[in-house]
């Protein structure tokens, strides 16, 4: 768990601006993941990456884009198209292959100003 | 896509009973069930997990019961105590070798409170 590091801790952003949340794992997992988590309720995927360059989006991708330059690193960044964007985002990566056990990041707070 | 629905949504025992959540999937071809525990403001944590070759996995006060028939998977929590109290949350995959993408979907969460 603690190879995954996501910043800011907490980040707030004002009606129409993009703001991008950083995550960075020095696991050597392939697979990462974006998750939105909003207060009292379960998780929800926003975007996944497999490999390198590649990404696919998940069950609310909306509003949101990432990019795969580097297998470390998974940035996400909330749009001004992100209607409501306040809400707990967590990070997490995947071993390849055996165990397939998902591990998160400490998680960003994101507020809407 | 797959739906996971999770049971029931708080749950409050006294310390030293047992505590029982139920999760049921829709997508038949999922395979792998992990339990995550996550305490307030916190990243969940990965408590148990198990997959569809096992009707049955246990890790000292935990266990998992898994029906693949019936499509659903339960958490019992034996002896609980009030450090267990958290949101737990079940989810499920479909996991195919290497290339699977191993894309968790999660239930809403169960609230548990322990009482000393």
């Known amino acids: 768990d603690g190879g995954i590091t996501q910043s800011p801790k907490y980040l707030f952003r004002k009606e129409g601006q993009n703001v991008t949340l950083s995550c960075e794992q020095n696991?050597?997992?392939?697979?990462m993941y974006w998750y939105r988590q909003d207060p009292g309720q379960g998780l929800r995927l926003i975007y996944y990456s497999q490999i390198v360059n590649d990404f696919q989006k998940g069950d609310i991708a909306e509003g949101y884009s990432v990019s795969r330059e580097k297998k470390e690193s998974f940035p996400l960044t909330v749009t001004s198209a992100q209607k409501n964007p306040t809400a707990f985002y967590l990070c997490?990566?995947?071993?390849?292959?055996?165990?397939?056990?998902?591990?998160f990041g400490e998680g960003s707070w994101l507020t809407v100003v | 896509g797959e739906n996971v629905e999770q049971h029931p949504s708080t749950l409050s025992v006294q310390e030293g009973d047992s505590a029982v959540i139920k999760c049921t999937y829709s997508d038949s071809a999922s395979n792998y069930f992990p339990w995550y525990k996550q305490e307030l403001g916190k990243r969940p944590q990965l408590i148990i997990d198990?997959?569809?070759?096992?009707g049955e996995k246990k890790d000292q006060r935990i266990a998992v019961t898994l029906n693949k028939t019936a499509k659903h998977f339960s958490l019992h929590i034996t002896e609980t105590q009030p450090e267990d109290s958290a949101v737990y949350f079940c989810a499920a995959s479909f996991l195919a070798g290497g290339t699977s993408y191993g894309k968790l979907t999660f239930g809403q969460g169960t609230i548990l409170t322990v009482h000393p």
């Open positions: 997490a990566s995947r071993k390849p292959g055996t165990g397939n056990t998902i591990y």
């Open positions: 198990i997959r569809s070759n096992v």
């Open positions: 696991l050597n997992h392939d697979a």
